[in-house]
């Protein structure tokens, strides 16, 4: 009897011990908990085949050699098995763990963690030997192939758009966006040398959409190089119009009047929306030409069809009377407004500072004729609407050759923001250097151009020697070579700030920025948890407002990395924040159709509509997860990463916080 009972007291042990972890709700118990503790999980529907749309077809594939047709019996396929739940990790093994979602996320639109559960694994499907054609290839998996032209775009770029769809997506957009992540995005999408959609319309209506937005974002030379490849810009009447334009406007009179008589002829053959257009240009080279009667005609003319009163038409009158044109408070002047203002006299630039578009004040911030102080503050205003690079920027500060703008307002800030810069380029000892970096960036955060003198700045910021007396030049440091994409850069300063007053404690003190630098770094191939743990601790000490945590988490999920526990518990204590752009109804579904289609332009555009024109930063959580998401989708990782980066930078915890 003894020996009975000690092997049914083993049996018991051995079952308790070998049995896997019991389940509750879906979720692992660690405790061991029975299953009437919690409520039973629901067992998931077996997976369906995928439909046509998600596969090529085995039969569509090539026969390879050997004469194998390429076709797979379904009664072939192995059941799919799920493995058993994996066993408790360490307790300081690996990234944090994942938590199921609170209340209200995933349902709305917010993000869904993954669950902790390993997810199941089908058993590879048996292949015919020597058959390498006839295996399943999902569309998914395929890279797209990118274009040659140095955009960073697929080369098939268009498809699954036709040229109207292309005008209505172009036409609800508020262009240029402030963002400079979806800025960026957009002119490589508008000058990307790819083919042009298929369907309906012709290849010089597409150039014709495409030079339009670059005109209205202010890239005034690059729709003259969009323009420029097309072979027929010369033959057909709306190119012949827009290439005149874009030729006044860069300030070549030469070539925008040569062709004034085709435009003449063409001018029935004009949609309405450009005959206006076409009278300003006919009415600026009759003008230059010195026939000012012929001028005042086209100006009649312009009011006759009801063309809206731009500051070219009262401007061409001046000029035909011999007088001064007087511009009403926020009268619209455009580019070629503005050429025609020249032939008075030097306009009053400075008054057009605030309120011209970002053509003209691209044109600005070049015109000789300009002083040199109201040139930078164009400038400075240009880049605020991103018609300006950084780089253009920092070399307008390098080209002023100093002075002083007198007073106050915009010419004044501008001058003291290029001495500033100039001083922190020029100088050489690194407390110094450090010092005038920080007042020029202080300086920038308060004239709304933080971001681009972040990036303006970073060669300066590098080339700082790391030595303990700049320590708290550190953070600076990393948001400068953040902003520029210099990842490398960034967890250098991070080793070195981390150093200065706990030696041995590596990074601990920046591991935060650390933990950014991994969402964004598109060269990163794993480890992009590794730095969460940090996060996890700023969040219970209070360093996330409840809003950014929202968006930290929101972005976790659309890149797809796994999100602490602790991020998910403090998120589900506050309500989720219903501020920030949303799109109209329909927009965020059409985009996830677009991107799993892999419809890249479709995508990129309706990404632009479902943000809004602040960008990741101003959009609403919905719409940044899912626009997001949708890039990722789409094969373009590194913008993605840049909406990530947008999305969370300025709210991002500082050391003075």
Same mark, same amino acid.
């Given at each position: ?19 896997p ?65 994996p ?32 997810p ?9 030997m020597g ?22 775009l ?34 490589r ?91 300003l ?25 009801g063309v809206?009163?731009s ?32 032939l ?23 015109d ?6 109201t ?25 002023? #050759?100093?002075?002083? @703008?007198? !007073?106050? $307002?915009? =010419? /004044?800030?501008?001058?003291?923001? %290029?001495?500033?810069?100039? *001083? ?56 400068a ?16 700030g #981390?150093?200065?007053? @706990?030696? !041995?404690? $590596?990074? =601990? /003190?920046?591991?935060h920025?650390? %933990?950014?630098?991994?969402? *964004? ?40 990395v ?14 989720q ?23 890249? !332009? ?56």
């Open positions: 009897m003894r020996s009975l009972f000690r092997l049914l007291v083993t049996c018991g042990l051995t079952a308790w011990v070998a049995a972890p019991v389940f509750a709700g879906g979720i692992p118990s660690p405790f061991g908990e029975p299953e009437t503790a919690r409520p039973a999980a629901q067992k998931k529907p077996p997976s369906t085949t995928p439909s046509g749309d998600d596969i090529f077809k085995p039969n569509e594939l090539p026969p390879a050699a050997g004469g194998a047709t390429g076709t797979i019996e379904l009664e072939a396929l192995a059941p799919i098995e799920a493995e058993p739940a066993a408790a990790a360490p307790q300081n093994a690996g990234p944090p763990a994942t938590a199921p979602p609170p209340p209200g996320w995933g349902a709305t639109g917010g993000p869904r963690p993954a669950q902790p559960q390993q199941a694994r089908a058993v590879p499907m048996p292949q015919p058959d390498e054609g006839s295996r399943v290839v999902m569309r998914d998996d395929l890279a797209p192939v990118m274009a040659q032209d140095g955009s960073g697929p080369y098939e770029l268009w498809q699954g758009m036709t040229l109207e769809t292309i005008e209505k997506a172009i036409a609800t957009l508020e262009i240029p966006p402030r963002s400079p992540a979806l800025h960026g995005l957009f002119r999408l508008i000058t990307s040398d790819v083919p042009p959609p298929q369907g309906g319309g012709s290849n010089a209506r597409f150039t014709a959409v495409r030079a339009e937005a670059l005109d209205r974002s202010g890239l005034i030379d690059e729709a003259a190089a969009v323009l420029a490849k097309d072979a027929g810009a010369a033959s057909d009447p709306v190119l012949a119009v827009l290439s005149a334009r874009t030729a006044i406007a860069r300030g070549s009179r030469d070539e925008g009047c040569r062709d004034v008589k085709a435009m003449n002829a063409a001018q029935g053959a004009l949609p309405q929306s450009l005959k206006g257009q076409s009278i240009v006919r009415a600026y080279c009759a003008a230059v030409a010195g026939q000012k009667e012929s001028a005042q005609l086209q100006v009649a003319l312009a009011r006759d069809e809206e009163e500051a070219g038409l009262p401007g061409i009158d001046a000029f035909a009377t011999a007088a001064k044109p007087q511009l009403a408070k926020g009268q619209k002047v455009g580019p070629v407004d503005w050429r025609i203002l020249e008075s006299g030097p306009v009053d630039a400075q008054a057009l500072v605030e309120t011209a578009g970002p053509g003209v004040l691209a044109i600005i911030s070049r000789p004729a300009t002083d040199p102080a040139r930078l503050a164009a400038a400075e205003r240009a880049a605020q609407f991103n018609a300006l690079a950084p780089l253009e920027l920092a070399k307008a500060y390098r080209d002023f #050759g100093g002075g002083e @703008a007198g !007073g106050e $307002g915009p =010419a /004044a800030d501008a001058v003291r923001h %290029a001495a500033l810069f100039q *001083a922190a380029e020029d100088e050489a000892t690194p407390l110094k250097k450090a010092r005038l970096i920080r007042s020029f960036l202080d300086e920038a955060r308060r004239a709304g151009l933080y971001w681009p003198a972040l990036q303006m700045i970073a060669p300066a910021a590098a080339s700082i020697q790391r030595v303990p007396e700049i320590g708290w030049f550190t953070e600076t440091a990393i948001e070579a953040l902003a520029s994409g210099n990842f490398g850069g960034a967890r250098a300063w991070a080793a070195f #981390g150093t200065l007053d @706990a030696p !041995g404690a $590596g990074t =601990a /003190a920046f591991v920025w650390l %933990a950014l630098a991994d969402l *964004a770094d598109p060269l990163l191939s794993e480890g992009r948890s590794r730095h969460l743990t940090a996060l996890e601790e700023m969040a219970q000490r209070g360093r996330f407002s409840p809003e950014q945590l929202h968006r930290l988490a929101t972005v976790l999920d659309a890149l797809q796994q999100v602490p526990i602790p991020l998910w518990e403090l998120a589900s204590r506050t309500p924040p219903n501020t920030g752009f949303l799109p109209e109804t329909g927009v965020l579904s059409a985009l996830a159709e677009a991107a799993k289609k892999k419809e890249f !332009g479709h995508t990129v555009l309706l990404t632009m509509q479902a943000l809004g024109p602040s960008g990741a930063e101003g959009a609403h959580i919905i719409s940044l997860g899912d626009g997001i998401r949708a890039l990722l989708r789409a094969g373009l990782d590194q913008d993605a990463r840049r909406m990530a980066l947008e999305a969370l930078f300025m709210g991002w915890p500082r050391a003075a916080g």
